[in-house]
């Protein structure tokens, strides 16, 4: 494989199996700092999977992982500080108010030395004072997944954003802010985006696999999508 | 400091929830209470008991109690990461896996603690137990059982996170790994109550703290390779 010294995450032949079953076969990735990928295929195809593997969630059967040159193995916690992820699965407490829940994972990430001031000014900048000090369990789907957005992304965005289905269960409103998001990030973010709906996420994407049977098949620049396109007809 | 700071910040998380909701502390409550009940009902059944029987029973009896009581308690260590199917929610934490298995222990041990604290003196009451000799070593007796049980329960717990029949799981790991503690601790609280040997029950209780610690330290050990996917 090429070195590349802009590279922020390097994939060597990672393979994942569950059972006999081969989630991911034999994948190599490579990708720079500042890139927004988008991993998309079919239900089952490996992308969630391959984006857990990422995201330091799951463990591949083999291969290995590097994170800034380092070894993904090595110093997980100090990896995990740099990235946050966004999946399906609401990460929020229910029983918690959305306050107390951003406050712990604020605290929690490491990257914010004064987690109840960023609060403070999240609630003023996208207005949640009629609901923040509510229990999540009274909040509705669009409330908590907004509030996961706000979670991983708010005050500052980590070196890598993971997004699983991200614009899935989004009503117009969050689904301009998380395009905002993305768009207007600081240079060095890295956003790896999966999805299966390959619309929603090609205008955001500098590069995107298309994953299929657990392995990656094909590659798209911005201007290849057309191609896909075709394909997909 | 990190992984104090960190084990705090999630214990303190799970208690204010649970705090909160009540559920396994007034799960575990109302079993104690009425399990020492049950217990105590039976002695007024039984006629011309001898003082040891008595005391046999009893003992056997408490821990039986605090036994099912820290069985509750484990019931709930990760069931708020994992009954929403995020147990991610834990693992994307930029913490070291000592430190979720620390906060979760310490969590089970505090819940423990309050419900036993309540047990103990029902049980007091109703079963009749007398500690002839000193307080303070019925106490570490007590404490350092309870330790084991909850680092034990604790350690099944993390076992079976990924585990899809978790009731039937955690009984089938938790018992055999806890009886010989239980022998234990129920002899080391006989020998207190009835022959009134204190140094015999601290004997007892030190094995229970020495068992403790050494399975604590094994988990540390192996905690990453246990909670990973």
């Known amino acids: ?233 | 400091m990190s992984i104090i700071v960190d084990t705090y910040n999630m214990m303190k998380k799970d208690l204010v929830l649970e705090f909160r909701t009540k559920e396994t502390l007034f799960s575990m409550g109302l079993f104690s209470f009425a399990a020492v009940l049950i217990f105590s009902s039976l002695f007024k059944l039984i006629e011309n008991i001898t003082l040891e029987a008595h005391y046999t029973i009893s003992t056997a009896a408490m821990w039986f109690i605090i036994t099912f009581t820290i069985m509750l308690g484990v019931n709930s260590v990760f069931s708020r990461e994992t009954q929403k199917n995020s147990i991610y929610s834990l693992l994307s934490l930029p913490v070291k896996p000592q430190a979720i298995f620390l906060a979760k222990l310490l969590y089970l041990l505090v819940i423990v603690g309050v419900v036993e604290t309540f047990a103990f003196i029902v049980a007091i009451i109703f079963l009749n137990i007398s500690i002839q000799g000193n307080l303070a070593i019925f106490l570490i007796v007590l404490i350092f059982g309870t330790i084991d049980l909850a680092v034990a329960g604790c350690i099944v717990s993390l076992l079976t996170i990924y585990a899809k029949s978790k009731t039937l799981a955690i009984p089938i790991l938790f018992f055999p790994l806890i009886i010989p503690s239980i022998i234990i601790a129920a002899d080391a609280t006989k020998n207190l109550t009835f022959y009134y040997d204190p140094t015999a029950a601290i004997s007892n209780a030190l094995i229970l703290f020495l068992h403790a610690v050494i399975i604590s330290v094994l988990t540390l050990l192996l905690v990453e390779d246990l909670i990973a996917e």
């Open chain 1, 1 to 233: 494989m090429v070195t590349n010294d802009k590279a922020v995450v390097t994939l060597t032949k990672i393979r994942k199996t569950y059972g006999f079953t081969a989630a991911l076969k034999n994948i190599n990735l490579t990708i720079e700092k500042g890139e927004t990928i988008g991993l998309i295929g079919n239900n089952g195809a490996g992308k969630s999977t391959l984006l857990k593997i990422m995201a330091l969630l799951v463990s591949p059967s083999s291969g290995s992982m590097k994170f800034n040159g380092l070894d993904m193995k090595d110093r997980k916690s100090d990896i995990k500080r740099d990235m946050e992820v966004l999946l399906s699965q609401v990460f929020l407490f229910d029983d918690l108010t959305g306050r107390e829940n951003l406050e712990y994972y604020y605290k929690m990430s490491k990257r914010i030395t004064n987690p109840k001031q960023a609060v403070k000014e999240i609630i003023q900048k996208f207005k949640l004072k009629l609901y923040i000090d509510r229990p999540v369990r009274e909040y509705s789907t669009g409330m908590a997944k907004k509030l996961e957005i706000l979670r991983v992304s708010y005050p500052t965005l980590p070196e890598i954003l993971l997004l699983d289905e991200p614009f899935s269960g989004l009503d117009v409103e969050n689904r301009e802010m998380l395009n905002e998001i993305i768009v207007e990030r600081p240079p060095e973010t890295t956003v790896i985006i999966c999805s299966h709906d390959f619309e929603a996420i090609a205008r955001l994407c500098s590069r995107v696999y298309y994953l299929e049977k657990g392995k990656i098949s094909q590659s798209y620049l911005p201007t290849e999508y057309n191609k896909f396109l075709n394909l997909k007809d």
